[in-house]
């Protein structure tokens, strides 16, 4: 009997026990949900970011016009370096989440960590609000494969702000005097580069890729593989990504932009005729031409092309208040007014549908990219969100520069197991 009254003890311990965890963890949840409907006092906000330049005067331009529609609002917009630099600086104050920012703009992949330690903010019920937010996600109008991309193990920690997609810059004036038929194919790619090359005597390279990791990412994807730690970098489908622009550089037709970072440098110096790079940097490209040559853009020649570019994301240590006035910053941002100004003084895509579709976005006489990258949201796919993907995404860059530049003495298949050995430990880090 006593030992019955004990097992019964025992056992009313144990549920009250798993009530109050539950009730403990629906006032969490529920504490989320309770999202202030105006900003009633002043409120301070710190947004970290990574724009520098023209994009750093036109978000403080934005700033200002919502602060002066907001007065009780004030940012604070702390630029932190690169991308990585933030992610570093997130990563070594999760020890002291006071400390964290309210906003940050960020790469998924780079708060993956922080989103494992329930560092972020679940932006579901701030879309959902309808003081601070849209009331639900249709009414955001942003455009929802930007929005998956902007997931985290399912969660919608991010809103994306500044995305881009991949084009081709071309040097028309050469194209059109050579016949030479704009490419939309990478068979088509590699002909025309070679005719380039041979129809100037080798003194214009044909083509080259910007960024080496989306290079690869895309051929993989087209190849039927999504970028994760199931790919065999030695395999005959990663191979003949990684030969294709080798048996180019070996020949003359290819070239990467080494030390000179950015393929723009040598296209403005009519040294190569085409490259594929982000929609964002059309400014840059009229801004070193100079009416030099006429230049055009078209379709990244691929069936597919990945979304890049960063994200807003949210701090669960702000106040209520705090998050409630940074969720009507980010509203604003990415609104069709302000995404319109945007695009068209930065070159990035509008995240915002009503603005993409815009007579006022297509046609822009001072961006060739807006009619291009309304095709190319069609193509659209998301880089895969997973613990050490965007690591892995940015060492490709070195593996590949290493393959290509001892490709013309050393073996290929020697050079394949060598990167191999490096892209695997990124996996497992």
Request: proline share 3%; hydrophobic share 35%; with cysteine.
């Amino acid at each position: 009997m006593k030992l019955y009254k004990k097992l019964m003890l025992l056992g009313l311990s144990m549920l009250l026990a798993v009530c109050l965890v539950a009730c403990s963890n629906k006032k969490n949840d529920s504490s989320d949900a309770q999202i202030p409907s105006k900003v009633t006092k002043k409120t301070t906000i710190t947004f970290w970011n990574a724009m520098v330049g023209p994009l750093q005067n036109n978000l403080q331009a934005l700033t200002k016009e919502f602060e002066k529609e907001n007065p009780n609002i004030k940012v604070k917009l702390e630029y932190q370096g690169s991308y990585e630099d933030i992610k570093s600086k997130v990563q070594n104050t999760l020890v002291t989440p006071k400390n964290l920012p309210t906003i940050a703009q960020s790469y998924a992949g780079y708060l993956y960590t922080a989103a494992d330690g329930n560092y972020l903010q679940d932006l579901t019920p701030y879309i959902n609000n309808k003081g601070v937010g849209w009331g639900s996600l249709k009414n955001s109008n942003i455009n929802t494969s930007l929005l998956k991309g902007a997931q985290i193990k399912g969660k919608q920690y991010g809103i994306p702000f500044n995305k881009s997609v991949e084009v081709l810059y071309y040097n028309k004036t050469l194209l059109d005097k050579y016949q030479i038929k704009v490419p939309t194919t990478m068979a088509e790619l590699k002909k025309a580069a070679q005719e380039i090359y041979e129809k100037t005597n080798h003194q214009v390279v044909g083509a080259g890729f910007d960024n080496l990791s989306a290079y690869y990412t895309d051929g993989m994807k087209e190849a039927g593989y999504n970028f994760n730690d199931k790919i065999n970098f030695t395999g005959s489908a990663s191979k003949k990504i990684v030969k294709y622009y080798v048996d180019g550089i070996k020949k003359g037709y290819f070239m990467t932009a080494g030390s000179q970072k950015y393929l723009s440098v040598p296209f403005a110096n009519e040294k190569v005729a085409m490259y594929v790079s982000a929609s964002a940097g059309e400014a840059y490209v009229k801004k070193s031409l100079n009416g030099k040559f006429e230049y055009g853009i078209a379709n990244r020649p691929s069936k597919y092309n990945m979304a890049r570019g960063s994200d807003i994301y949210m701090f669960k240590q702000a106040s209520n208040m705090q998050k409630a006035a940074a969720f009507k910053y980010i509203k604003f941002l990415t609104s069709k007014s302000s995404q319109l100004k945007w695009a068209t003084e930065t070159g990035y895509i509008p995240v915002n549908n009503t603005a993409l579709n815009s007579s006022e976005y297509k046609n822009n006489k001072s961006m060739k990219s807006a009619p291009v990258v309304s095709q190319a949201m069609k193509r659209l796919y998301n880089f895969p969100v997973t613990k050490n993907s965007e690591t892995t995404f940015n060492d490709l860059k070195s593996i590949l520069e290493g393959i290509f530049s001892q490709s013309k003495k050393a073996n290929l298949n020697s050079l394949l197991k060598t990167g191999k050995a490096k892209f695997d430990s990124d996996w497992k880090q």
